[in-house]
């Protein structure tokens, strides 16, 4: 008789069920390595501890589940927009825009799962901001509810020069800085308490919370795009090790302790994070503001086509020196060095992303002209966890004041009237209309004459949100930026812009903090409640359907396991109505074996045999088990569509549980039955509840 495994390879109806057996066991391995991995490498660990490293077993990704406000805890507010200063069609754009300046101030916090939502009721417009994981409520309402704030900046020209009393105070400084940084680093290598000494001699104001308690010298998580000279000096320290020797920045010594290392994620959906090496070939056109190439659109086009046609990796940079019309393209042969999602305009960095390391794709048409693209190379983005003590030095912008590339101009938010999107009646393209008050025009104006050719910059919240050339004075108070925009971004530039000019004012009426305790107790609440649900489930079935139902908690298990596996890799964002959802489908995950277990044993009471009869509940069970599954995820569908999160989390629940039920009481429920020996079963009808007639 074979085996198990010899059964996998005959051929035949039964050969095929032991095949699906052995991949839904596959299956379930790898849903429990998703949903316990933690527990898998803990358990891996021990072993190779326990046996001196002779067995290593192969660790798996940890992904946690990415949970709600109401689990994790956090801060909830609600504001209310007054657009009573604003024209009724201009309402819902204007809502929006700050709805998109909340969010973006949000993001300073680093929230995993922040959400923010509009919502107009009884003719009233709210917007919700849900924070997990802040617990700093009074520094979340500061820092959402100021008012937008819109500048229009030029360039600076004009930069201060030190005094020799300055400049001999400024040496003075730095060297007591040196000689105090040479101290501490002896503490250091002298095995000193690294948290300790940041405490006591660290000048990072990062090191003090907002309660004016300090952190030990902790940084938290940091990628090379946040700070990239602590990430260079994490590179060279050790995980688990301190500094060695002085680093030098560009705001003093630093000595740090490198904590922890990891692939930085989305926060989103758990990716890694991934950034890109590439340089680029451009050839502008007349129409491209700044352009000096001469040459028309299609030129352009026929020019970088013939470009691509000989260009490879060991001739791109040559080439780039020699056509590139980018400004320093001769010194820089194209070179964009490592980039990140973000950091490009959107057309070029999706199409940086999407090429494979090695090629050369092109042309891509950007607001600046026609691009060729050589990747070079693509990495997942490192981030590490440090301490850090930094012992300050002083430079010269820390005494003349900060000499940034933009300076303010009179001109604010509160002097424009609206933005909006046109179209451009020559191309069609969408464009971003402004439009000032009386004495905004004139500022306008005085601006745009001053800098006819160069650029100007418009700032909210202290962030670019747009860099416009300045063709020729613009005067009447009116003005177009163009920028070979898209709808969606022209629509985002004017919503942003409306942000900082439309008076509205936003005023806080709920709040609501949820504290982490809550959310665990909530937790434990719910997981008995499933364990609970679960167990009771189970013996219903072993109880009335005994063997089929002993199947069924079988299949109920992986259910279990697959549904899970599914939050986390999704990700779902776990909250307690999610949670509901889940725990309702666990008795809805039976319903269809109910059904096909009821049917079964009505079929084998009138003497058929178990395969016939078998084959005769999932037909005619089926219908009924559709109809039913079908109504439930249309109510879903509607829930998710047009209901609020808590709402929506448990109908997102709720709807996998009922497409994961179906595959589990459908497939794997009756591929079980199918390996259980039908002459073994036909003896034993005390083993389905069957009484023959």
């Not at 299956?27 to 891996?44: F, W």
């Not at 950034?275 to 050839?283: G, T």
Request: contains cysteine; hydrophobic residues 40%.
């Amino acid at each position: 008789m074979p085996n198990i495994f010899q059964s996998m390879f005959l051929s035949g109806g039964r050969a095929k069920v032991w095949r699906i057996f052995s991949l839904v066991i596959l299956l379930l391995i790898v849903g429990l390595l998703i949903v316990g991995g933690g527990y898998y490498n803990r358990g891996a660990d021990w072993i190779a501890s326990k046996t001196g490293q002779a067995v290593k077993l192969p660790t798996v990704k940890e992904t946690p589940f990415r949970l709600g406000l109401d689990l994790l805890g956090g801060t909830q507010l609600i504001y209310q927009a007054d657009v009573s200063a604003v024209p009724g069609k201009d309402q819902p754009s204007a809502v929006e825009g700050v709805r998109d300046v909340i969010e973006r101030r949000v993001n300073v916090f680093g929230v995993a799962e922040p959400n923010v939502q509009t919502n107009l009721s009884a003719g009233k417009y709210y917007v919700m901001v849900e924070l997990a994981g802040i617990k700093d409520t009074a520094q979340a309402i500061k820092m959402i509810g100021e008012t937008p704030l819109l500048e229009f900046k030029e360039q600076n020209t004009e930069k201060r020069q030190l005094t020799a009393e300055e400049k001999k105070g400024m040496d003075a400084f730095n060297k007591s800085a040196s000689k105090k940084a040479e101290e501490v680093l002896g503490k250091v290598l002298s095995n000193g308490d690294f948290a300790a000494l940041a405490n006591q001699y660290s000048d990072d104001p990062a090191n003090v919370d907002s309660s004016g308690n300090k952190k030990g010298g902790e940084l938290g998580w940091i990628s090379e795009q946040d700070n990239p000279e602590l990430f260079k000096l994490a590179q060279k320290v050790p995980v688990g090790k301190t500094s060695t020797e002085l680093s030098k920045t560009s705001i003093g010594y630093q000595l740090i302790k490198n904590e922890e290392k990891r692939t930085k994620t989305d926060p989103f959906n758990n990716q890694p994070q991934m950034e890109v090496k590439a340089s680029h070939l451009l050839i502008c056109y007349k129409d491209v503001s700044g352009c000096e190439s001469g040459l028309d659109k299609e030129a352009a086009k026929a020019k970088i086509e013939q470009l691509k046609s000989k260009a490879n990796k060991d001739n791109f940079a040559q080439l780039v020196k020699e056509n590139s019309t980018e400004p320093g393209a001769r010194d820089r042969a194209g070179d964009l060095g490592w980039f990140g999602r973000g950091k490009m305009v959107k057309v070029f960095e999706d199409a940086a992303f999407s090429q494979k390391v090695g090629t050369i794709e092109g042309p891509i048409e950007s607001e600046f002209g026609y691009h060729l693209i050589y990747k070079q190379a693509e990495r997942k983005i490192d981030e590490y966890r440090i301490r850090n003590i930094l012992i300050k030095t002083q430079s010269e912008s820390d005494i003349v004041g900060d000499q940034s590339d933009w300076k303010n101009t009179e001109l604010t938010g509160k002097y424009m009237k609206r933005a909006s999107v046109e179209f451009d009646p020559n191309d069609n393209s969408p464009t971003v209309a402004l439009e000032f008050d009386q004495q905004g025009g004139e500022l306008f104006a005085a601006i745009t004459k001053r800098n006819v050719g160069k650029r100007v910059a418009i700032f909210l919240d202290g962030l670019s949100i747009s860099e416009p050339t300045v063709n020729e004075e613009i005067t009447g108070g009116k003005a177009v930026i163009s920028g070979k925009f898209d709808i969606k971004e022209a629509k985002l530039l004017s919503q942003r812009l409306n942000a900082g000019a439309l008076p509205v004012p936003i005023t806080l009426v709920n709040q609501q903090s949820v504290g982490a305790t809550l959310g665990q107790q909530s937790v434990n609440a719910s997981f008995r409640a499933g364990l609970i649900g679960f167990a009771l489930v189970a013996l219903f079935m072993i109880l009335f359907y005994r063997f089929p139902g002993v199947l069924a908690v079988g299949a109920l298990a992986i259910y279990s396991v697959l549904v899970l596996a599914i939050f986390k890799l999704w990700p779902v964002t776990v909250t307690l109505s999610g949670i509901a959802g889940f725990i309702m489908s666990i008795g809805m995950a039976v319903d269809a074996n109910v059904l096909i277990f009821a049917r079964l044993k009505e079929e084998l009471a009138f003497g058929k045999p178990f395969g016939a009869a078998l084959e005769e509940a999932f037909r005619r069970a089926w219908p009924s088990i559709r109809d039913s599954n079908a109504s439930t995820l249309i109510t879903c569908f509607i829930l998710i569509q047009f209901s609020t999160s808590v709402v929506k989390g448990f109908a997102i629940t709720l709807a996998i549980g009922v497409l994961v039920s179906m595959f589990t009481a459908i497939f794997i429920t009756r591929n079980f039955l199918k390996l259980i020996p039908e002459s073994w079963l036909e003896k034993r009808p005390w083993l389905v509840g069957v009484n023959k007639h």
